[in-house]
């Protein structure tokens, strides 16, 4: 049973002349990098020119008896992770899912999660992962993406979903002993997979109304994807030696997606994972299971620097400490090279596909992220405000069913991917990220980057962390309120004094905060970047409750 196409309205860029996939949904999938040029990549050897299936079952014909995976529930070699690969693409057929389908996976980190991805890759199928959020945007991506199918823990988790149409549901049962598939060293019979063609979809939240989703092909994900994770192992006393990846952010997200495309299948090293982020607990898996590479957001980095040393703690087996998903203060960077004495890797990078980071570097001051290597994301900077743009062996497809996306966000010139970021080129080649096109406060008629605010706030010497939120304002517009945690034992910065600090910092007068709050915590997202929106509520709901007094002068704890 096929789901029927519905028109649109709108009209897609064009396509260059290169292969346009269609999901057995009747979904669209152009590249919209032209074929020449994902040739030639392949050519210079910057893509391997397979699917992540055949890349995966490669590592497992090298090396069976590797561990694989360790989750929640014990070590799986790459033998046993195999085998339970192929018992879930069964129950996947079993379900009527095939080739050219479109499955969601809403499954915590662990096994599932990632033998349900590869299973799906082994089908020649199209993974979307989902990482935690509402029920909203859970069914605002399987629509958009008519998915014919969608992986959950339990049937509860089904409910929001209940009444999509040719929806297929594939139950995982709940964590607990299980006895390890047997494996069997043959081969199954597989249809050809293009690796030109969609291997995973990555979520990203964005600025629009509902999560936007961004198509990459098998070459994308263990090309330039792989490419930047394979930078961070140059290490020339460790040659040859399989990573061992930490990964605490979700692996559905687009940070995560180095997990298993990557480490799995492109890397064969070991994939180390926790169900749900605890600091204390990464801190154990770290001295008992030897990680080479902790991959974490900042808000995790601080928690766990900010933990007592206690007994048995070992982080000798890292060597590299690797920070994305949002800006890393310096104080963060100090905290973890103090506290695991290794180097501490920034990564510039989105689901839209951009990446810059500092591996091989001294970590750079202030906005730097590094130099660009064109071997995963060429950069190129356009327009008066100097927005990046991107493109490479890492570049995706397009956004998913979303036409207007790509009209949006990529260039008619061969695909570039329109970040939606500004910054500039130094003398060295480093790009420094100065902020947000959007993100950004407009009061009485001036743009003020809440980036440019946030990284000044950041060198006060009592803040821990900063963030800047807009406030609508009746007369202005919009007002800007800085939001901050202060740092463990320092008396907590008043408003004057901070703007103090920003004036010294060279900061002009009109991009001075209006309005601050301060919190014990900051609110994270489900992918643990800090929670705007919420943020935003909180101000908004202080500047209400603020009575007589001005605007400059309020202030208030949450």
Same mark, same amino acid.
């Not at 480490?263 to 605890?278: E, H, K, N, R, S």
């Not at 890492?394 to 570039?416: F, I, K, Q, S």
């Not at 800047?468 to 517009?477: E, M, T, W």
């Given at each position: 049973?096929?789901?029927?196409?519905?028109?649109?309205?709108?009209?897609?860029?064009?396509?260059?002349?290169?292969?346009?996939?269609?999901?057995?949904?009747?979904?669209?999938?152009?590249?919209?990098?032209? $074929?020449?040029?994902?040739?030639?990549?392949?050519?210079?050897?910057?893509?391997?020119?397979?699917?992540?299936?055949?890349?995966?079952?490669?590592?497992?014909?090298?090396?069976?008896?590797?561990?694989?995976?360790?989750?929640?529930?014990?070590?799986?070699?790459?033998?046993?992770?195999?085998?339970?690969?192929?018992?879930?693409?069964?129950?996947?057929?079993?379900?009527?899912?095939?080739?050219?389908?479109?499955?969601? %996976?809403?499954?915590?980190?662990?096994?599932?999660?990632?033998?349900?991805?590869?299973?799906?890759?082994?089908?020649?199928?199209?993974?979307?992962?989902?990482?935690?959020?509402?029920?909203?945007?859970?069914?605002?991506?399987?629509?958009?993406?008519?998915?014919?199918?969608?992986?959950?823990?339990?049937?509860?988790?089904?409910?929001?979903?209940?009444?999509?149409?040719?929806? $297929?549901?594939?139950?995982?049962?709940?964590?607990?002993?299980?006895?390890?598939?047997?494996?069997?060293?043959?081969?199954?019979?597989?249809?050809?997979?293009?690796?030109?063609?969609?291997?995973?979809?990555?979520?990203?939240?964005?600025?629009?109304?509902?999560?936007?989703?961004?198509?990459?092909?098998?070459?994308?994900?263990?090309?330039?994807?792989?490419?930047?994770?394979?930078?961070?192992?140059?290490?020339?006393?460790?040659?040859?030696?399989?990573?061992?990846?930490?990964? %605490?952010?979700?692996?559905?997200?687009?940070?995560?997606?180095?997990?298993?495309?990557?480490?799995?299948?492109?890397?064969?090293?070991?994939?180390?994972?926790?169900?749900?982020?605890?600091?204390?607990?990464?801190?154990?898996?770290?001295?008992?299971? $030897?990680?080479?590479?902790?991959?974490?957001?900042?808000?995790?980095?601080?928690?766990?620097?900010?933990?007592?040393?206690?007994?048995?703690?070992?982080?000798?087996?890292?060597?590299?400490?690797?920070?994305?998903?949002?800006?890393?203060?310096?104080?963060?960077?100090?905290?973890?090279?103090?506290?695991?004495?290794?180097?501490?890797?920034?990564?510039?990078?989105?689901?839209?596909?951009? *990446?810059?980071?500092?591996?091989?570097?001294?970590?750079?001051?202030?906005?730097?992220?590094?130099?660009?290597?064109?071997?995963?994301? $060429?950069?190129?900077?356009?327009?008066?405000?100097?927005?990046?743009?991107?493109?490479?062996?890492?570049?995706?497809?397009?956004?998913? *069913?979303?036409?207007?996306?790509?009209?949006?966000?990529?260039?008619?010139?061969?695909?570039?991917?329109?970040?939606?970021?500004?910054?500039?080129?130094?003398?060295?080649?480093?790009?420094?990220?100065?902020?947000?096109?959007?993100?950004?406060?407009?009061?009485?008629?001036? *743009?003020?980057?809440?980036?440019?605010?946030?990284?000044? %706030?950041?060198?006060?010497?009592?803040?821990?962390?900063?963030?800047?939120?807009?406030?609508?304002?009746?007369?202005?517009?919009?007002?800007?309120?800085?939001?901050?945690?202060?740092?463990?034992?320092?008396?907590?910065?008043?408003?004057?004094?901070?703007?103090?600090?920003?004036?010294?910092?060279?900061?002009?007068?009109?991009?001075?905060?209006?309005?601050?709050?301060?919190?014990?915590?900051?609110?994270?997202?489900?992918?643990?970047?800090?929670?705007?929106?919420? %943020?935003?509520?909180?101000?908004?709901?202080?500047?209400?409750?603020?009575?007589?007094?001005?605007?400059?002068?309020?202030?208030?704890?949450?």
């Amino acid at each position: 049973m096929t789901l029927t196409a519905t028109a649109t309205a709108t009209v897609a860029p064009p396509l260059l002349g290169q292969g346009v996939w269609t999901s057995r949904a009747g979904v669209l999938f152009p590249d919209l990098v032209p $074929r020449e040029l994902r040739r030639s990549w392949v050519a210079r050897g910057l893509c391997p020119d397979a699917d992540l299936y055949s890349l995966f079952t490669a590592r497992v014909a090298e090396h069976p008896g590797r561990e694989a995976l360790v989750d929640a529930g014990g070590v799986l070699t790459y033998a046993e992770l195999d085998a339970e690969v192929r018992r879930t693409a069964a129950e996947f057929e079993r379900a009527g899912l095939a080739a050219g389908d479109v499955i969601a %996976l809403r499954l915590p980190n662990g096994r599932d999660a990632v033998a349900a991805e590869l299973a799906v890759y082994a089908l020649g199928a199209v993974a979307l992962p989902l990482p935690p959020g509402d029920d909203r945007d859970l069914r605002a991506l399987l629509a958009r993406s008519r998915a014919r199918g969608v992986v959950l823990r339990t049937a509860r988790e089904a409910d929001p979903v209940a009444d999509l149409p040719h929806l $297929r549901t594939v139950y995982v049962p709940e964590p607990g002993p299980r006895s390890p598939a047997p494996y069997d060293t043959r081969q199954p019979p597989r249809r050809p997979v293009d690796p030109y063609g969609p291997a995973r979809i990555l979520v990203s939240s964005g600025s629009e109304a509902e999560p936007k989703m961004v198509a990459y092909s098998h070459h994308a994900m263990a090309g330039g994807r792989a490419r930047y994770v394979r930078a961070l192992h140059q290490d020339p006393d460790r040659a040859g030696s399989p990573p061992r990846h930490l990964v %605490l952010v979700p692996l559905a997200s687009s940070f995560g997606s180095l997990g298993t495309p990557v480490t799995l299948a492109v890397l064969g090293g070991t994939l180390i994972t926790q169900p749900a982020f605890d600091a204390e607990d990464a801190l154990r898996l770290i001295a008992a299971h $030897r990680p080479t590479h902790l991959f974490a957001v900042p808000t995790m980095l601080r928690r766990i620097t900010d933990l007592p040393h206690g007994d048995g703690e070992d982080t000798s087996s890292l060597r590299t400490v690797v920070s994305s998903g949002a800006a890393l203060p310096e104080a963060v960077a100090r905290a973890c090279q103090e506290r695991f004495d290794r180097p501490v890797v920034t990564v510039y990078g989105s689901s839209d596909g951009v *990446n810059c980071h500092t591996a091989g570097e001294i970590r750079p001051t202030g906005t730097s992220v590094g130099t660009p290597d064109p071997t995963v994301a $060429r950069i190129r900077l356009t327009g008066p405000e100097g927005q990046i743009e991107a493109r490479g062996p890492m570049t995706p497809m397009c956004y998913v *069913n979303a036409p207007e996306l790509d009209a949006r966000y990529r260039t008619h010139d061969g695909g570039w991917v329109r970040t939606g970021d500004f910054g500039r080129l130094d003398e060295h080649g480093r790009l420094h990220v100065l902020g947000r096109l959007k993100r950004i406060v407009v009061r009485g008629g001036l *743009n003020i980057s809440l980036a440019e605010v946030e990284n000044e %706030l950041a060198t006060h010497p009592a803040v821990a962390e900063a963030a800047c939120v807009p406030v609508p304002d009746p007369d202005l517009g919009e007002r800007l309120c800085a939001c901050l945690r202060p740092a463990p034992g320092a008396r907590t910065p008043t408003l004057p004094e901070l703007n103090a600090h920003l004036l010294g910092r060279g900061l002009s007068r009109r991009k001075l905060p209006e309005l601050l709050l301060v919190v014990e915590e900051m609110p994270l997202g489900p992918t643990g970047k800090i929670c705007h929106r919420s %943020l935003t509520e909180a101000a908004m709901a202080m500047a209400a409750a603020s009575a007589g007094g001005h605007a400059q002068e309020s202030g208030g704890r949450a």
